[in-house]
């Protein structure tokens, strides 16, 4: 825990005070030990989306299947958990299970675009079979216990799916619809199509929540000017490697002084987490070094330091690196 630090910057008044921000989820990333850990050390966001949980056949969700949501494991930014299903009765067993752990509101994820995952029209690969989305949503609806928010992509292969959609959702009482405007083609690649985002927020009669590269603060500050009716915005992959954008954006100052001893602390504390959890060293140094994906994105010239980083072996050799690269290499773009 850190509270002074985000006591620290949360102090200012905000210039934003209207907008919510949203974790993005990012299965492998984003897990309860990260939400919390990045709401104590860089605050900014006001509540996150959790990686997916896919559904079982079997109707019998044991609690240890949702463990990443436990309300106990998730005090530090509120949470809604996110279900990947394409069966309707499958999804309607894990909603309720999740709102009789006192959630009031899940996601359906209608925008994963893996192969393994889109190929069985799952995520982004049921975007095209509105009938099939139309049927799940006529069964679940009725049947489910709390509310629901969908997370969709523009389409599989092109934008026109979400044109066909998105009329159909608002027949639903959804509580928003997340929007990334990217095919499942593009996977996480290439140009945003904000002209289709356009088109989808105008045809669209519930809340909208904006999603997919907002790396900088400019970068947002130039959608929030294009998009003056969305107040709702979630940014994945950024967070990461500029973990300091959330309060960038929800203050309206780039504010923060020893940036890289915040980011030091930050991941010796996320270190220290996953190796009281985590079973055994090797998951430790999988996970940790997995992080630096995205960790190294903002430091310049730091191949050589992240090489030895990756070759370490042992969790107290990968810490003593990871801190003597902050210590002494670790240059901010
Ligand atoms: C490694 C990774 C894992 C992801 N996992 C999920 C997930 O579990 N559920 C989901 O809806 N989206 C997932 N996404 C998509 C992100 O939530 C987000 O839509 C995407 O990264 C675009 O936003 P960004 O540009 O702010 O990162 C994932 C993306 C990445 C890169």
């Not at 294009?226 to 500029?242: E, K, P, T």
Request: net charge positive; aromatic share 12%.
């Amino acid at each position: 825990m850190n509270a002074v630090f985000v006591a620290e910057m949360t102090g200012n008044e905000s210039p934003m005070e209207n907008m919510t921000l949203y974790m993005a989820p990012l299965k492998g990333f984003t897990d309860y030990l990260f939400r919390n850990t990045f709401a104590d050390y860089f605050g900014g966001f006001d509540l996150a989306v959790a990686p997916f949980i896919s559904t079982r056949t079997d109707s019998k969700i044991k609690r240890k299947y949702v463990k990443d949501v436990w309300p106990e494991r998730n005090t530090r930014l509120p949470v809604i958990p996110q279900i990947l299903s394409k069966s309707a009765r499958d999804f309607t067993v894990l909603a309720n299970y999740l709102f009789e752990l006192g959630y009031e509101t899940v996601n359906w994820n209608l925008g994963c675009p893996y192969p393994m995952v889109a190929n069985k029209k799952r995520g982004s690969g049921m975007l095209p079979h509105t009938d099939r989305i139309h049927h799940f949503l006529d069964h679940v609806i009725p049947r489910i216990n709390g509310s629901l928010s969908i997370k969709i992509r523009l389409g599989w292969e092109t934008a026109d799916d979400s044109f066909r959609l998105v009329p159909i959702l608002n027949q639903y009482p959804l509580t928003e619809l997340i929007i990334h405007p990217r095919t499942g083609l593009q996977r996480y690649d290439g140009e945003t199509d904000l002209d289709a985002f356009a088109q989808c927020l105008a045809l669209s009669t519930h809340p909208v929540v904006y999603n997919g590269d907002i790396r900088t603060a400019e970068i947002f500050n130039q959608l929030s000017l294009r998009f003056q009716d969305v107040s709702r915005w979630m940014i994945g992959r950024w967070c990461l490697a500029d973990p300091f954008l959330p309060h960038n954006i929800k203050t309206g100052k780039d504010d923060i002084r020893d940036k890289i001893e915040r980011m030091k602390r930050f991941h010796a504390a996320l270190h220290e987490q996953y190796c009281t959890v985590l079973d055994g060293p090797g998951h430790v140094l999988n996970k940790m070094k997995g992080l630096w994906k995205f960790f190294s994105l903002p430091f310049s010239d730091c191949n050589k330091a992240l090489k030895k980083i990756k070759k370490a072996t042992r969790p107290d050799q990968y810490l003593h690196l990871v801190n003597r690269f902050f210590d002494t290499q670790a240059k901010l773009r």
